[in-house]
């Protein structure tokens, strides 16, 4: 078994902190691998201009609470 590189050892210490759950570099590279696609569409929508859009549904939780006027 190799030893993994600094930038390695950085993302391993990320993920085991973030998960809590610490993983072996073999699995650190399948899920990284598993993500990777998930990753790269998130940073495409994070990419759009959504200034001008507005949701097709308002979300208002008291609704149902108000009297009918």
Do not use: C
Not at 29 to 52: F, K, M
Request: glycine share 2%.
């Amino acid at each position: 078994m190799t030893t993994p590189s600094r930038p390695e050892q950085t993302q391993h210490a990320l993920l085991a902190q973030l998960s809590g759950t610490p993983l072996d570099s073999h699995r650190l590279q399948a899920v990284l691998a598993a993500y990777a696609p998930i990753l790269e569409e998130i940073a495409r929508l994070r990419t759009l201009d959504l200034q001008d859009v507005h949701p097709a549904v308002i979300y208002e939780p008291t609704a149902p609470y108000r009297s009918p006027k």
